[in-house]
């Protein structure tokens, strides 16, 4: 069952434009404020702080979050090192990579993976994906925000982890979108709030303070549909106060944008 001419507010910013041309696709109406950007990390003396123990075997594990984050820290290592050094000591490594996209990375460079992370690729599924094995000496690449829980739980078992933060979420150049976005939530102009990371959550109610709405966003998200993509921005919505009402069978932005067109009439109905 599509949208059916319901209001959609997406917040992607990478994939916007696949975004809305799902949401029109189930004959949604979409509004689509990308609510972030990446923003590498130009003084990063961590990184070269890790290349000097990489290079000396001081780790036997390395866990990669996400593709974008790799490339970048490939990329900042090429400044200073050969080409070639970040991936030649990967292979000596045993790779834990989170979900499709750092696979992607590392199947381009010709490089396997020992441990693929299985979906909703949360913290928690990384920990039970290396149950078991005998790496202590571990090397986790973060993304946007430290992954205190993945870290304080490798710690618990004894790990020895060290941390490469590569890139850190900014605001969007231009937060003109993101401002109308509000304004229009806060006014209740939307039927469905699709939530495709976590980051987006915080940048939301960030600009809904500082437009003095956070109040009435809040009130607004309680009468409308809230899709989240999977468990770890559904976390996020509730560290906010904001209770999902659907995530997707699969972690995905197009099985999100589908069974919430098909699901969204019926919970919008429930929430009246």
């Known amino acids: 069952m599509p949208f059916d001419g319901l209001r959609v507010l997406s917040l992607e910013s990478r994939r916007s434009t696949e975004i809305e041309r799902l949401i029109r696709g189930q004959r949604g109406e979409p509004f689509v404020a990308p ?22 075997g001081d780790f036997d594990m390395m866990i990669l979050l996400t593709g974008v984050g790799t490339r970048l820290l490939n990329d900042v290592l090429s400044t200073r090192y050969r080409e ?22 590392l199947r381009e460079w010709g490089i396997p993976a020992q441990v693929m992370v299985p979906e909703p690729n949360t913290w928690r599924e990384i920990l039970a994906a290396i149950e078991g094995r005998a790496e202590r000496k571990i090397v986790v690449q973060e993304y946007g925000r430290p992954a205190t ?10 790990a020895n982890v060290t941390t490469v933060p590569v890139y850190q979420w900014g605001l969007p150049l231009d937060c003109g979108p993101l401002r109308e976005a509000v304004k229009r939530l806060a006014a209740g102009e939307f039927d469905v709030a ?35 993509v999977g ?4 976390e996020t919505l509730r560290e906010f106060g904001i209770e ?16 919430a067109a098909a699901k969204a009439a019926q919970l919008l109905e429930s929430k009246q």
């Open 35 to 56: 609510s972030m950007r990446e923003v590498p990390l130009a003084d990063n003396p961590q990184a070269f702080e890790f290349a000097e123990k990489l290079f000396r």
């Open 231 to 234: 468990p770890s921005t559904s």
């Open 244 to 259: 999902p009402d659907m995530e997707p069978s699969h972690p995905k932005m197009g099985f999100l944008v589908n069974e």
């Open 194 to 228: 699709m939530f495709t990371t976590s980051i987006q959550v915080p940048h939301l109610m960030r600009i809904a303070a500082e437009e003095g709405l956070e109040d009435e966003v809040r009130r607004a998200m309680k009468k409308i549909v809230i899709a989240s």
């Open 84 to 105: 070639d050094s970040f991936k030649n000591a990967l292979r000596e490594l045993t790779l834990v990579v989170r979900g499709s996209k750092p696979m992607a990375v």
């Open 149 to 158: 829980e993945l870290i304080d739980a490798l710690r618990g078992r004894g």
